[in-house]
């Protein structure tokens, strides 16, 4: 079964001299419960399909639907609501509040919807225990390694119980422990609590963990790696 179904999709920047179409006329599919990584070189169009399959960014022209609803459609306040109901981000640099604890940080996504304050902590507790953390949980992000920090960073993607999860090079920061640990963590999204995962990356020791490779090569799919 599809979760997502991207259909002709093309993006392009207009800036004040220059035009930008960092996606052309795109097709993917990707299936409930399973794992993507998207390769390509520098500029090829990797974080901005991410952004338009996440609803952080829309369409030119083309259609992005996800669980049966057109992202592409959506107006900014739509498109806020179901981000935060059905998508978890997970970034290269964190971006974790250096303010908020662990706890704190984690807890951001619900203070969207609608839990009382008791709901809110058994997610976070459940969250931070999945990534391993739960000794971590009032550390501010400064306390914590570049690791234990993306760790932090994916229970906050998850603490929602989002259908899918994106990830734009999760691992570029991290040393080759901290990255194989990661890479654990995510398969096991998929594999333990059923997430569907589209990653994007440039090491091919993370990519083994995926159910499928698809390379981009200046705004298109130039061909398919299915694991054997
Ligand atoms: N918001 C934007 N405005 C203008 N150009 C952009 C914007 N976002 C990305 N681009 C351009 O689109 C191209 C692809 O960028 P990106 O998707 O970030 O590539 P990748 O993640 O594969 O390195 C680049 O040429 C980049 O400069
Ligand atoms: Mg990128």
Do not use: C
């Not at 419960?33 to 022209?61: Q, W």
């Not at 662990?102 to 304050?117: C, K, W, Y």
């Not at 995510?186 to 609590?193: I, S, T």
């Amino acid at each position: 079964m599809s979760l997502i179904q991207v259909q002709g999709v093309t993006k392009t920047f207009h800036s004040l001299s220059e035009e930008v179409t960092p996606i052309r006329d795109l097709d993917l599919v990707v299936g409930k419960g399973e794992f993507v990584v998207l390769m390509g070189p520098s500029g090829s169009g990797k974080t901005t399909l991410l952004h338009l399959l996440a609803g952080i960014d829309r369409p030119t022209s083309g259609r992005v639907l996800v669980a049966g609803e057109d992202v592409s459609a959506m107006n900014a306040s739509q498109l806020a609501r179901w981000r935060t109901r059905a998508v978890g981000y997970v970034f290269q640099q964190y971006n974790l509040i250096p303010v908020l604890t662990a706890f704190e940080n984690v807890e951001v996504p619900l203070l969207l919807l609608r839990l009382s304050r008791r709901e809110r902590e058994a997610k976070v507790a459940t969250a931070l225990a999945a990534v391993g953390l739960s000794d971590r949980v009032h550390h501010l992000p400064r306390q914590l390694s570049g690791g234990q920090q993306q760790r932090v960073a994916i229970a906050r993607a998850i603490v929602a119980d989002p259908v899918v999860v994106f990830a734009d090079e999760p691992t570029g920061n991290l040393d080759r422990t901290a990255a194989a640990l990661t890479m654990q963590l995510l398969r096991r999204l998929v594999d333990e609590f059923g997430k569907t995962l589209v990653m994007v990356t440039h090491d091919p020791v993370a990519a083994q963990a995926a159910d499928r490779v698809v390379h981009l090569d200046k705004g298109q799919i130039v061909d398919e790696v299915l694991d054997a």
